[in-house]
């Protein structure tokens, strides 16, 4: 028996995408890839920004938590560097002390008390500082500031310390009447 081939048959145009249609998906793969490269470009700029303060904060805690510990503080402005890349600036401003007079000072958390009277007992023995470090960073475009501030109490007279800690207490608290 012979063969049989079927008849010639044309097969129906290719079912395929067209030109158009992978041109439309490329283009939103790209646009979606381009969104995907920008924000993992910020968060690794936040991550950098986020470790350069975080060394900072570490930095000018230490410089800090040392001033008038060893040495008396005393008022001027002193610089230095941290490494080759971070430099700081401290300014020690010594503030005017408080006035003598007595204040009434209503007691924390509870409206329904008297008053209490504050009087300190020792004018002047204490000095009180302002400290402000200021540290600077070069970045990549822009030079980068970052500012402490505290306050620093110290003895008026350092050499006095020892009678300073028999006295009681820089303040005496009384109760008014209501």
């Known amino acids: 028996m ?19 249609e992978l041109v439309a998906a490329f283009v939103i793969f790209a646009l979606g890839f381009g969104v995907l490269l920008q924000i993992l ?8 920004q986020s470790s350069d ?9 230490s410089l800090l938590d040392t001033q008038g510990v060893g040495d008396p503080l005393q008022e001027g402005s002193y610089s230095g560097k ?34 209490v009277q504050v009087t300190q007992v020792a004018p002047n023995s204490i000095d009180l ?4 470090l200021i540290v600077s960073w070069a970045g990549y475009y822009l030079t980068h500031n970052a500012r402490f501030v505290t306050l620093r109490a ?3 007279d350092p050499n006095n310390a020892a009678n300073l800690l028999a006295q009681p207490t820089s303040t005496r608290a009384t109760r008014g009447k209501p």
């Open 2 to 20: 012979p063969i049989r081939r079927p008849p010639y048959h044309v097969p129906p145009r290719q079912q395929g995408f067209t030109l158009v």
């Open 41 to 48: 470009s910020t968060c690794l700029h936040m991550t950098t």
């Open 53 to 61: 303060y975080t060394r900072v904060a570490l930095w000018a805690q």
């Open 82 to 115: 941290f490494d080759e890349r971070y430099s700081w600036q401290l300014n020690v401003q010594k503030l005017p002390p408080p006035e003598d007079e007595p204040q009434a000072v209503q007691a924390a958390g509870n409206t329904n008390t008297a008053p």
């Open 129 to 132: 500082y302002q400290l402000e």
């Open 154 to 156: 110290q003895n008026a």
